[in-house]
């Protein structure tokens, strides 16, 4: 064997182990991904459950958002206290299922978004707060227009 074959068999071994050691990269990115997109929505989950206990755990918190959702001026100023924060609670949430789908880690069969905006469409209450902290919010323009019904769902 001459050098010249020698060189052409080395190269064509490297090239090779350069084109399986690219395959494993690729492989390992995707289980990442995999990976991440379920610990999006494990934490999605999780915010959301901790959100409920607290509502499911207090008759009296469950008593005055369901109040509060038809008619905001039913409410005591503690009352209204305690609606807003769990309203920016529930917004602050959504806002991170946005962040998360934007950067494609997030599920996107993960449909919390589209409900929390269907509910303050529908919903007076919720019409209410949202339109009285509109030049307040301090989230994303998309979601704001999306829950004042000025943008279509996506």
């Known amino acids: 064997m001459n050098r010249k074959n020698l060189n052409w068999w080395l190269s064509s071994i ?8 690219l395959v494993f990269v690729g492989y390992e990115i995707r289980q990442n991904t995999v990976q991440l997109r379920a610990e999006s929505s494990q934490s999605i989950t999780e915010s959301v459950n901790a959100l409920n206990a607290g509502t499911y755990s207090d008759p009296e918190l469950a008593e005055l958002l369901i109040r ?25 949430i959504a806002e991170y299922v946005l962040d998360l789908e934007r950067e494609g880690v997030s599920d996107l069969n993960f449909r919390y ?5 269907r509910q303050f469409n529908e919903k007076p209450g919720l ?3 949202i339109r009285e902290h509109e ?4 989230g994303s323009e998309d979601l704001l227009a999306r829950l004042l019904g000025e943008s279509p769902n996506r």
């Open 14 to 21: 490297t090239n090779v182990g350069v084109l399986f050691g």
């Open 68 to 92: 509060g959702t038809e008619d905001l001026g039913a409410l005591s100023p503690v009352e209204r206290s305690r609606f807003d924060a769990y309203q920016f609670s529930r917004l602050n």
């Open 113 to 117: 978004v589209e409900w929390i905006v």
């Open 127 to 129: 019409r209410a707060f």
């Open 135 to 138: 030049d307040t919010y301090v």
